[in-house]
């Protein structure tokens, strides 16, 4: 979706809220905004104000301490349309070993592209 979202807004496209790519359909956006970036290595958390030496360190507390603040009945979480927008392919970019065929990933994206464009212009 990080990889997708410029696209959107250099279109200057808006996303209809019944579309799963609403940012107000996903269940992680409140937690995303919470994470307070200070400075290189510092984290901190926006509910607590626990800070942390990496946004991984944030990620896991999030998980253990904050996961009773995710609403789960109005948003899903966007990984679930890895599959169809190829995340894989754009977060391990940097492997020398990849398994993701580029052609299909290109594909993926497109058919994805075309996709939102679909649900943009229905609204």
Known sequence: VQYLMPF???????????CRLHQEND?????????????????????CKKGFLSEV???????????????FTSGKCLADLCGALHCDHVLNSRASKSKCNPAAAARNRHLCEV?????ISDS
């Open 8 to 18: 959107v807004e250099r279109q200057r496209y808006v996303i209809p809220q019944n």
């Open 27 to 47: 269940v992680f956006r409140d937690q995303e905004e919470h994470k307070i970036h200070v400075d290189v290595n510092e984290w901190q958390c926006g509910y």
């Open 57 to 71: 360190f944030l990620d896991k507390h999030l998980d253990s301490r904050h996961s009773n603040l995710l609403n």
């Open 115 to 119: 996709k939102i464009l679909a649900d």
